[in-house]
């Protein structure tokens, strides 16, 4: 066995507890367990590496960072020294991990590009007007979002506008704000568009009156940022992106999850997402309720729901599902977007993520370094 490592100048996301420290950590290695030592002063948080999974070593230009999964929760280390790198390389090969240097590969998935022309009406769509110049609350809005630091070896920011997740999100790093939405709702409301709103509502069993998420009843957020759209050959091909809502106040997202609390939301709401895609891909949508509901199982104090359903996507190999999770705490309304082939298989990894946007509504600490 290897000699037992100490090595320091680490930070961690996401953070091991609410409101935990994510910097400085030190983590110890034996050959039984890993420990990481967090914060000043240090709280020890220790697990056997059998209780490890996915374990990976992956080396920079001048850093490295370290992943592994305990208990459904993918966390990534990061260092901006690889002076321990042979050392840690060894112990990860001892406990059946992997290798890697950080390097790009070739896109999943290449589907047509379509500009969605319609404004949805509700919370998820547009954006209230309001006079805000809150610079924190945007930066906090940014900081919600995923980025590459928080996916393992293997993964990439994908071409713009080839992925069919680029029609229900919107684009990566634009901060939609009172001044950047247009004033003005088509004369003419799209029929396709109004149908699937119904329908939504109709499936939930509330009225497009009183809907919260695409109906009159929603009350926006003062900024909206998305994500990068992400992807890997993992899952048989996956891609991932989020976008992050801040809203004035913490009533207005308390009102949202009531709605969103209600029996059957995570397969209304997939539904209406694969029915989205289908319109603006001009093809036939569903005429019924085809979503599954999918509720991530996490260790952090919030809220978060979802579905999932197959899709049928054209030049995209495979049997694509898409997965939606909503995800909610304090001023923070969190989307996180999925498109993968193997489903269920990738479940575990996916409530991983949600753990991670999560602990960053939770703590302002649990941001990517």
């Given at each position: 066995m290897s000699t037992p490592l100490r090595s320091e100048g680490w930070s961690v996301q996401p953070s091991f507890v609410p409101n935990g420290a994510v910097t400085p950590v030190t983590l110890l290695m034996d050959e039984n367990a890993l420990t990481q030592l967090a914060g000043e002063p240090a709280v020890a948080w220790q697990t056997p590496w059998t209780e490890l999974s996915n374990i990976q070593i992956v080396r920079f230009a001048r850093s490295m960072a370290l992943f592994a999964t305990a208990a459904g929760v993918r966390y990534c280390w990061r260092n901006s020294s690889r002076s321990d790198f042979e050392a840690l390389r060894t112990?990860?090969?001892?406990?059946?991990?992997?290798?890697?240097?950080?390097?790009?590969?070739?896109?999943?998935?290449?589907?047509?590009?379509?500009?969605?022309?319609?404004?949805?009406?509700?919370?998820?769509?547009?954006?209230?007007?309001?006079?805000?110049?809150?610079?924190?609350?945007?930066?906090?809005?940014?900081?919600?979002?995923?980025?590459?630091?928080?996916?393992?070896?293997?993964?990439?920011?994908?071409?713009?506008?080839?992925?069919a997740l680029s029609y229900l999100f919107s684009a990566p790093g634009k901060v939609e704000t009172p001044s950047t939405t247009p004033t003005k709702k088509p004369k003419k409301p799209n029929p396709v568009f109004t149908k699937i709103i119904a329908d939504f509502a109709k499936c939930l069993g509330v009225s497009p009156q009183r809907d919260r998420v695409y109906g009159a009843a929603g009350q926006q957020p003062?900024?909206?940022?998305?994500?990068?759209?992400?992807?890997?050959?993992?899952?048989?091909?996956?891609?991932?992106?989020?976008?992050?809502q801040y809203y004035p106040t913490t009533t207005m997202v308390h009102r949202d999850t009531l709605e969103m609390s209600r029996q059957g939301f995570g397969s209304c709401f997939i539904t209406s997402n694969v029915e989205l895609v289908g319109a603006v891909l001009g093809v036939k949508v569903p005429s019924k309720d085809i979503g599954s509901n999918y509720r991530p199982v996490t260790f952090l104090r919030g809220w978060s729901r979802g579905g999932e359903s197959p899709m049928s996507l054209s030049n995209v190999p495979g049997t694509p599902h898409l997965v939606m999770v909503e995800i909610t705490r304090g001023h923070y309304e969190v989307t996180l977007g999925v498109l993968v082939n193997q489903w269920p298989q990738s479940e575990t990894f996916i409530t991983a993520l949600t753990s991670t946007l999560l602990s960053r509504t939770v703590s302002p600490t649990s941001k990517p370094v």
């Amino acid at each position: 066995m290897s000699t037992p490592l100490r090595s320091e100048g680490w930070s961690v996301q996401p953070s091991f507890v609410p409101n935990g420290a994510v910097t400085p950590v030190t983590l110890l290695m034996d050959e039984n367990a890993l420990t990481q030592l967090a914060g000043e002063p240090a709280v020890a948080w220790q697990t056997p590496w059998t209780e490890l999974s996915n374990i990976q070593i992956v080396r920079f230009a001048r850093s490295m960072a370290l992943f592994a999964t305990a208990a459904g929760v993918r966390y990534c280390w990061r260092n901006s020294s690889r002076s321990d790198f042979e050392a840690l390389r060894t112990i990860v090969l001892e406990h059946d991990g992997v290798v890697a240097r950080h390097r790009r590969r070739a896109g999943v998935y290449s589907v047509a590009v379509i500009v969605l022309l319609a404004a949805l009406a509700g919370g998820i769509g547009s954006w209230l007007y309001r006079n805000s110049s809150a610079s924190h609350e945007l930066a906090d809005a940014r900081h919600v979002n995923l980025t590459l630091k928080d996916l393992p070896t293997g993964w990439y920011p994908a071409p713009a506008n080839t992925s069919a997740l680029s029609y229900l999100f919107s684009a990566p790093g634009k901060v939609e704000t009172p001044s950047t939405t247009p004033t003005k709702k088509p004369k003419k409301p799209n029929p396709v568009f109004t149908k699937i709103i119904a329908d939504f509502a109709k499936c939930l069993g509330v009225s497009p009156q009183r809907d919260r998420v695409y109906g009159a009843a929603g009350q926006q957020p003062d900024y909206q940022i998305s994500s990068k759209i992400f992807e890997s050959p993992s899952y048989g091909g996956i891609e991932v992106v989020s976008a992050a809502q801040y809203y004035p106040t913490t009533t207005m997202v308390h009102r949202d999850t009531l709605e969103m609390s209600r029996q059957g939301f995570g397969s209304c709401f997939i539904t209406s997402n694969v029915e989205l895609v289908g319109a603006v891909l001009g093809v036939k949508v569903p005429s019924k309720d085809i979503g599954s509901n999918y509720r991530p199982v996490t260790f952090l104090r919030g809220w978060s729901r979802g579905g999932e359903s197959p899709m049928s996507l054209s030049n995209v190999p495979g049997t694509p599902h898409l997965v939606m999770v909503e995800i909610t705490r304090g001023h923070y309304e969190v989307t996180l977007g999925v498109l993968v082939n193997q489903w269920p298989q990738s479940e575990t990894f996916i409530t991983a993520l949600t753990s991670t946007l999560l602990s960053r509504t939770v703590s302002p600490t649990s941001k990517p370094v």
